[in-house]
């Protein structure tokens, strides 16, 4: 007894996409940028790429995935984050809140 639907077997299927977030990045590079750990100094940064949600930068180490963090891109005032992925000197950060309209736009306007 089989227990598919016989049309399922034609049903078309996408195939899976590589990028996952559903936001599209904005690609920057700003060299004013930094990343606080919770009781940790500030450590100079690179913006990497910019979407309302997250980021992605450059630093030389001290931030594993699942550390909250402050960020301050651009001289901004400190965006709570989690680091969300982390692969040699990249990481990833999802923030708390959406970026800020004036700031995001001020951020990809830097980067054309």
Sequence with gaps: MLMGYMT?????????RL???????????????SVRDS????LEASLVD????????LLDGGIKVGDRIWLRLAG????????????????????????DRALFRELT???C
């Design 76 to 99: 901004s005032n400190p965006i709570s984050a989690t680091a969300v992925w982390a692969e040699g000197n990249r990481l990833g950060c999802k923030f708390d809140e959406m970026l």
């Design 39 to 42: 009781g940790k100094e500030m």
């Design 50 to 57: 910019l979407s309302a949600y997250g980021c992605r930068v």
């Design 109 to 111: 306007l830097q980067g």
């Design 8 to 16: 399922s077997q034609y049903r078309r299927v996408e195939p899976a």
């Design 19 to 33: 990028e996952q977030r559903a936001a599209h990045r904005h690609p920057v590079l700003l060299g004013r940028a």
